[in-house]
């Protein structure tokens, strides 16, 4: 059936390291992929997305790339900050969205 | 812009009640908005749709007598738990899509943490 599957986590990283999230899906046809962070209390915010093969979804400095041939859409950024905490959850869809379980990342100075 | 806001934020009811959650967008006209329902670190289960003026699609295992949804105009839709119990406490979350610009993004409103005694 569809559905997402991502990086378990909780992932701690120091200020400025390196972030990499995992996220597979497994669907029928080209839906579009979907980022969203959940800031703490508050509600689901887009964080990036991504419509078709090969394309690159970027903002606040996290990017990912759809990838038709491994069915991927892995969440990076180069150099996180504490305010990058958050839960990311990884959703592909187009009439209704199916959402990872998501990831919850902690950033200590 | 685009932007969805839920009341309660929060509340707390007493088993056998029922409690209305309201959803509005408050910018752009939502022909369809969704019901969501997350338990405490995992993810949103999408639990029904529902388009203006029509009857909400319900996903499997889904009680509709349970989980009434009423999308009575553009910018509204509500959703009462009716007789609940203490298995319904959740994080309930609604998402609204712009009708007017076909965008394929859904805006999401901020959340109702319902507890019930």
């Known amino acids: 059936g569809n559905s997402v599957t991502q990086m378990e986590g909780p992932v701690t990283l120091s200020e400025e390291a390196f972030l990499t999230i995992n996220c597979t899906y497994t669907?029928?046809?080209?839906?579009?992929l979907f980022w969203y962070v959940q800031y703490p209390g508050e509600g689901l915010q887009l964080l990036l997305k991504?419509?078709?093969?090969?394309d690159k979804g970027s903002n606040k400095g996290f990017e990912a790339t759809y990838r038709k041939e491994t069915t991927s859409f892995h969440l990076e950024k180069g150099s996180v900050q504490v305010s990058d905490s958050a839960v990311y959850f990884c959703a592909w869809g187009a009439q209704k969205l199916v959402f990872g379980q998501g990831t919850r990342l902690t950033i200590n100075p | 812009g685009a932007v969805v806001s839920q009341h309660p934020s929060w509340v707390i009811c007493k088993s056998g009640t029922s409690v209305k959650i309201e959803c509005r967008s408050l910018?752009?006209?939502?022909?369809?908005m969704f019901w969501y329902r997350q338990f405490p670190k995992q993810s949103l289960m999408l639990m029904a749709t529902s388009n203006e003026g029509s009857k909400a699609t319900y996903e499997q295992g889904v009680e509709k007598d349970k989980f009434l949804i009423n999308h009575a105009s553009l910018t509204l839709s509500t959703l009462t738990v009716t007789s609940a119990h203490p298995e319904d406490s959740s994080f309930y979350i609604c998402s609204a899509r712009d009708g007017e610009s076909g965008l394929r993004e859904q805006y999401f409103g901020p959340g109702t943490r319902l507890t019930v005694t």
């Open positions: 991504a419509t078709k093969a090969d």
């Open positions: 669907a029928t046809g080209y839906p579009s």
């Open positions: 910018d752009f006209q939502a022909t369809t």
